[in-house]
């Protein structure tokens, strides 16, 4: 059974350009999260959906970014313009009814 | 609001050494606790979890017992191995709060 998948991996830009974050949860979960993970602040929660709808957006550091779930099985998030304080690891991660939390392998943002 | 402490890293031991990574939590009512694992380069996996005091949870050899009186949740392996070389978090979720809160990790390094 497929996990959570996101996509890139990696990414690299520059400063100024826009990114955009992907994530297929697993099938059939109805939560949905976005965490950012750097040395500095840790583990921060972005924001998270139950049943496609934003519940607490409150962890989004700024308006730059900004998040979507247009159907159970896809979400992206999006920074625009990015910033090099963005760079981070980002992770997306889903579970059933709020039980266990199964993250993706994460996507690593660098911007120059 | 609810709140997670947990030992600072990064802690080093050798092979078999015993092991105990300290936390302790700040929530109203009852939680329930977990314990989270990032292996390099992979998301976070749930490692074992506890619902309700004198619970113990335990996996792969770690152990942690849910102590209301003392507000904590440390865990413990008696014997550690290489390949538990990675971050280990502790977290909180409060009834009703699909949200979890987490402890800021702590990296424990294995040497042979």
């Known amino acids: 059974d497929a996990g959570v998948i996101q996509s890139p991996r990696h990414e690299v830009t520059e400063m100024g350009q826009e990114v955009t974050l992907r994530c297929k949860p697993i099938s059939g979960h109805d939560y949905l999260f976005w965490y950012r993970q750097t040395m500095m602040r840790g583990l921060e929660l972005l924001i998270y959906?139950?049943?496609?709808?934003?519940?607490?957006d409150s962890g989004m550091p700024e308006d730059r970014f900004s998040a979507k779930m247009p159907n159970a099985s896809f979400s992206t998030l999006k920074i625009q313009p990015s910033e090099p304080r963005d760079s981070a690891v980002y992770f997306c991660?889903?579970?059933?009814?709020?039980?266990?939390?199964?993250f993706g392998e994460g996507s690593r943002l660098t911007v120059l | 609001g609810d709140s997670v402490t947990q030992m600072e890293g990064p802690v080093t031991l050798s092979e078999e050494a015993f092991l105990t990574i300290n936390c302790t939590y700040t929530a109203t009512g009852y939680p329930s606790l977990f314990w989270y694992v990032q292996y390099p380069g992979e998301g976070l996996q749930l490692l074992l979890k506890?619902?309700?005091?004198?619970d113990k949870g335990s996996n792969k050899g770690f152990e942690a017992t849910y102590r209301k009186e003392t507000t904590s949740f440390h865990l413990e392996k008696g014997s550690v191995q290489v390949s538990d070389s990675a971050v280990y978090f502790c977290a909180l979720a409060n009834f009703g709060n699909e949200k979890l809160t987490f402890g800021t990790g702590t990296r424990l390094t294995i040497i042979p």
């Open positions: 959906f139950n049943n496609n709808v934003p519940i607490d």
């Open positions: 506890a619902t309700k005091a004198d």
């Open positions: 991660a889903s579970s059933l009814a709020g039980g266990e939390l199964f």
